[in-house]
């Protein structure tokens, strides 16, 4: 079989590890996942992230086929000289990667309440942070941040109340501390 990739002694070494033996690399320098289609290989080994250039092209991770994880890791030098400017950049780096880290735990909710308020205190007790509380003539809506565990509970509150809801997926969740910051700060200063 023509496996295709531009990363030749990771593939190399993954195949031998494993026996896998009757295996041709193709050296791939650029759009490695259209070997397939080409007829340049039956199988890519390649990076991906989010896997819809695996779907564009047809193509599926098989279930022992992940050869590597891997993920980025921002360092910082502690005993650099540290200008106000450097602290700035910092502290927002860290203020948005801690706030995308805290979105993939959230969801946000919307709802119309109609006429009757739902109570806040009730929503509460599912750990529901409340956004917005919007008072028109079609009635009060509502929109919450609540931890992705709690799904289901809200759902079955607000169903027991004849409420549907819409979810989404905040990008950011911020927090008025910085914590990831303050570490940084503590270990430089």
């Known amino acids: 079989m023509r496996v ?3 990363y030749i002694h990771l593939a190399t070494d993954y195949f ?3 026996d896998v033996q009757d295996i041709q690399i193709v050296t791939s320098f650029g759009a490695t996942e259209g070997a397939p289609a080409s007829g340049a290989a039956e199988a890519i080994v390649d990076i991906t992230s989010t ?3 695996l779907a564009a092209n047809n193509l599926r991770v098989p279930e022992d086929g992940v050869i590597l994880k891997s993920q980025a890791n921002l360092a910082a030098a502690l005993e650099a000289n ?3 400017e450097a602290h700035s950049a910092a502290k927002q780096i860290l203020a948005r990667l801690s ?3 805290r979105a993939a735990d959230m969801l946000e909710v919307k709802f119309n309440a109609g006429a009757d308020k739902v109570s ?3 929503l509460k007790v599912f750990g529901a942070v409340t956004i917005s509380v919007t008072n028109t003539h079609d ?3 509502v929109t919450l941040l609540i931890d992705r565990s709690q799904l289901q509970n809200i759902t079955e509150f607000l169903a027991t109340k004849q409420i549907g809801m819409t979810v989404s997926k905040p990008d950011f969740v911020f ?3 910085n914590e990831l910051f303050e570490r940084l700060a503590g270990a430089i200063l």
């Open 4 to 6: 295709a990739t531009k």
């Open 16 to 18: 031998a590890a494993n």
């Open 51 to 53: 896997g819809a250039t």
């Open 82 to 84: 540290w200008s106000p």
């Open 99 to 101: 706030a995308f880290q």
């Open 120 to 122: 806040q205190n009730a």
């Open 139 to 141: 009635g009060h809506f």
């Open 175 to 177: 927090s008025p501390r």
